[in-house]
């Protein structure tokens, strides 16, 4: 799958469910575009994967070492509250009030697709985040972008 891009203002209804942008499923296979993974993501966001790329993200998973315990710590952080969730007949995806409500998820909501996935934020509170990290964009593209060019 070529990566996901964009990013797309969404509206939750009174049952917490969005239209899903009908220019971001153009993006994914026929087989991604109906059945995904959501979950929490790493920063105060909800993540939502296709559900074949969660398949390849729980495989790489499955090898780790569960003896280890920051392995099982890590394996049940990121497994914690994922939830299958599916389009229903009119393109519309349910985002559950437990999950909207873990990350502040209010009616206005950004979708934000990269790469293998898609995270979902409160508007406000992901450009909140852009905002305070746009000072130091610069030093981050440095940062992580030297190290693919084999500069350190």
Known sequence: M?????????????????????????QLPTVSQNDFMLNKGFEDCLTLYP????????????KMNLFK????????LFHQGAKAVSLDSAGRILVPTAHADRVGINQEAMLIAYNDRIEIWDKSKYFEVIE?????????ADEVMGDLNGDE
């Open 2 to 26: 070529a990566g996901l891009v964009g990013e797309y203002e969404v509206k939750l209804d009174a049952k917490g469910r969005f239209l899903f942008p009908s220019a971001l499923r153009k």
């Open 51 to 62: 559900m074949i790329e969660w398949e390849k993200i729980s495989e790489k998973l499955s």
């Open 69 to 76: 315990p920051k392995n099982r710590m890590f394996y049940r």
């Open 132 to 140: 305070a990290n746009m000072a130091d964009f610069a030093d981050l």
